[in-house]
């Protein structure tokens, strides 16, 4: 490990005392690696939440030290206490079921069918709605888990809505303010399910975005 190297090398070539060095990692599991394997010994080694429960300690207040920061149970009785107020309130109770149900149970993967029929098919009858839309569903797996996804990091978007900067009609997979989010079914050889009409299509859409300057994503569906 890079950090296990960088405190031997500032320990042994640039002569700093293994009490003045320390490690500072994210969980403990890490920490106890990082303690078993360290060569140089006496290496204050700790996590950023122990690093702060010891700074309290050393406060004017050394009596809040006795404790930890945040026990790990008081957090979880904590979530179940807060989440269990909120189910209360029938929206957010709806919500909740809609992500433990809906977010892990999308449809199979692509690869898992033998044509691309089967999928649509598929997806057709199995798809379920994604977070938060009230108006529809999304088309594929693939759409689903982005949408989710936006929804999740409170990213406002609209599905399919017609680009605004040309008549011919255009709908990229997802519009967030003024970024467009196009999600391709393109093989890993370069060709699509959808045929080189498609294919042209695409050429034309980069073109239109060139032209316009607009913020242009492209997501990949690999077959």
């Not at 026990?71 to 929206?91: L, N, T």
Request: a positive charge.
């Amino acid at each position: 490990m890079s950090l296990l190297a960088k405190i031997e090398y500032i320990h042994r070539e640039l002569g700093i005392p293994a009490e003045q060095i320390l490690a500072i990692s994210f969980t403990k599991k890490t920490v106890l690696e990082l303690i078993e394997r360290c060569a140089v010994k006496n290496v204050n080694i700790c996590t950023f939440h122990g690093l702060g429960n010891e700074i309290i300690k050393m406060s004017a207040s050394p009596e809040l030290g006795t404790r930890k920061l945040i026990d790990e149970a008081v957090i979880a009785k904590f979530i179940r206490q807060k989440i269990s107020e909120f189910c209360a309130d029938e929206k957010f109770h709806r919500l909740l079921n809609d992500y433990i149900l809906f977010y892990y149970s999308a449809p199979a993967s692509p690869g898992e069918f033998v044509n691309f029929a089967a999928r649509i098919s598929f997806n057709r009858l199995y798809l379920r709605r994604s977070l938060g839309d009230e108006k529809g569903f999304t088309r594929s797996k693939e759409e689903q888990l982005i949408a989710n996804w936006l929804r999740i990091h409170q990213l406002e978007y609209r599905h399919q809505i017609q680009y605004p900067f040309t008549e011919a009609r255009y709908r990229p997979s997802f519009t967030v303010g003024d970024i467009y989010i196009d999600l391709l079914q393109i093989n890993r050889d370069g060709s699509s399910p959808q045929g080189k009409e498609y294919l042209r299509e695409l050429k034309w859409r980069r073109k239109i975005h060139e032209r316009y300057q607009t913020k242009y994503i492209e997501l990949y569906s690999y077959q």
